[in-house]
């Protein structure tokens, strides 16, 4: 799964970290959540995306670690540790502007986003958390017209973040569509939402965009470094469209 969408061109992960905390157990298997758990684990995952990157030299993705349900200290640590030593040079560390140019030169492949500040103070090669900008609603207008005012109010960010298509279902929409599905839900929104990613620009200015995601099935095609020239600022770059983990979880598409 995680090879699949690596090759339709997504260079963004929203992963978001979980320890299930089984009682009278020890495990400290860690695995993603959103909403439920996934069958494949955090090591499983990156180790596939490790291999890709060895068979990919040129591409450039993006790991953004949050929320971290029910992690200790040293279970924060030891992910951290794992990170890096799976990684090791391929990470880009924090800076001003990476540029592609920059990033094939050292062999970097790896930005990691954490969204811990005690972590972040303890280990350099990681980036602050990155903005990620979305509403709760099933209805893609809504979607659409709160990214937009929000950027027009505030510019778009310094430098990563993240313009979130998502649809959410309330405790509504569930009980009077029983049999509505996710996938079902986003192919309704689906050419409405796709227009509007079509409009979009990239670039420093207040409304260029910068990372696109969606549930699945939005992503048709995405982005790929070696079609890039080599001074482009990946911060300034639209990276076409973008998905969250959640089209690896267990969740049940049709």
């Known amino acids: ?21 089984i009682k009278n157990t020890h495990n400290d ?35 953004s670690c949050s929320h971290f349900y029910l992690l200790t200290d ?25 540029y592609l140019s920059q990033c094939w030169d050292l062999g970097q492949q790896v930005i990691i986003s954490f969204d811990d500040e005690t972590i972040l103070h303890q280990h350099k090669e990681l980036w602050s958390k990155i903005p990620y ?6 209805d893609p207008k809504e979607i659409i017209s709160y990214l937009e005012e929000r950027q027009k109010a505030q510019g778009r960010a310094a430098h990563f973040f993240t313009s979130g298509l998502n649809l959410t279902e309330d405790t509504a929409v569930v009980v009077c569509n029983p049999c509505l599905t996710m996938r079902k839900l986003t192919m309704k929104s689906f050419s409405l939402l796709l ?49 969250e983990f959640d089209t690896c979880t267990t969740r049940s598409y049709e």
């Open 1 to 21: 799964c995680i090879p699949d969408q690596l090759d339709a061109g997504i260079r963004f992960f929203d992963l978001r970290i979980a320890h299930k905390n």
């Open 29 to 63: 298997t860690l695995y993603f959540a959103h909403a439920i758990y996934t069958l494949q684990t955090v090591k499983e995952a990156l180790s596939t995306m490790a291999v890709w990157l060895e068979q990919h030299q040129k591409e450039v993705v993006i790991l």
């Open 74 to 98: 040293s279970e924060h640590q030891a992910l951290v540790c794992y990170i890096t030593q799976l990684f090791k040079d391929k990470l880009c560390p924090p800076q001003e502007t990476p």
């Open 133 to 138: 900008w979305y509403t709760d609603s099933a």
């Open 195 to 243: 227009d509007w990613v079509e409009k979009q620009t990239p670039g420093p200015d207040l409304t260029a965009v910068n990372i696109i995601c969606g549930s699945e099935p939005l992503c048709l095609c995405g982005y790929r470094a070696e079609d890039r020239e080599p001074g482009t600022d990946l911060t300034r770059a639209l990276l076409d469209h973008m998905n």
